[in-house]
């Protein structure tokens, strides 16, 4: 499968503690986007990256976020401290810069849940 | 900030019958893309939109982008029930590649 992949799907933790998510896009992508979905509602902009370059970040986004793309192809996004309303699906897309379309490729999302 | 909504919220249809869900962008829009979202599932793209009053068909979808650049519609001819799901418009406006996606329209089609 030459999609999208996400790890893990599902993570369940308690309330102060570090979460890491990662996401590994399509292979010729070079902009990788990170989503952030709650029940009912669209997905939610955190950040992208082209190539290893963090190029614009929320400013909805908290210190205890961060996320990195070291080498410019998967990426990982870390919480510190996790409080229950970060409970929600994190979903990662990626896309290539120069197509004449700016279609995103999502992947399947992990679901993380803050107890 | 900028903000795109949708409405309605939710649509329940007889299937056979038409689908119309509509986008709103609080500031004008450099491109508008139509994703879709089934339920379990992740936004899979359908469509983008570039150019002022553009319309574009796939089969019995019709998607059109306003004059302004500002708002959107999606049509759906004749609904069926593997139409079910949520579907989002997402705007992105000039100089940035960010997209803002809408608060999306529910589908539910009823056989």
């Known amino acids: 499968d030459t999609g999208v992949s996400q790890n893990p799907r599902h993570k369940i933790t308690k309330r102060g503690q570090n979460v890491t998510f990662r996401c590994d896009p399509i292979?010729?992508?070079?902009?990788l986007y990170w989503y952030r979905q709650t029940l009912g509602q669209g997905p939610e902009f955190l950040t992208y990256f082209q190539n290893e370059a963090q190029l614009e970040k929320s400013r909805l986004l908290s210190d205890r976020f961060s996320a990195e793309r070291p080498k410019g192809s998967f990426s990982t996004l870390e919480i510190q401290r996790t409080e229950q309303g970060d409970s929600a699906m994190y979903l990662c897309a990626s896309s290539q810069a120069d197509s004449s379309y700016n279609e995103q490729f999502f992947g399947p999302g992990t679901r993380l849940t803050v107890l | 900030g900028q903000q795109v909504m949708q409405i309605p919220q939710y649509q329940h249809v007889q299937e056979g019958e038409d689908f119309t869900t509509y986008c709103n962008s609080s500031t004008t829009l450099s491109n508008i893309q139509w994703y879709k979202q089934r339920p379990g599932g992740h936004p899979v793209f359908l469509i983008q939109l570039v150019k002022s009053g553009e319309v574009k068909k796939q089969k019995r979808l019709t998607f059109q982008f306003g004059e302004a650049k500002k708002n959107s519609s999606l049509h759906i001819t004749a609904t069926q029930t593997t139409d079910v799901g949520t579907y989002f418009c997402a705007g992105q406006r000039y100089n940035t590649d960010k997209l803002i996606f809408g608060t999306g329209t529910r589908l539910q089609v009823f056989p």
């Open positions: 292979s010729e992508h070079n902009r």
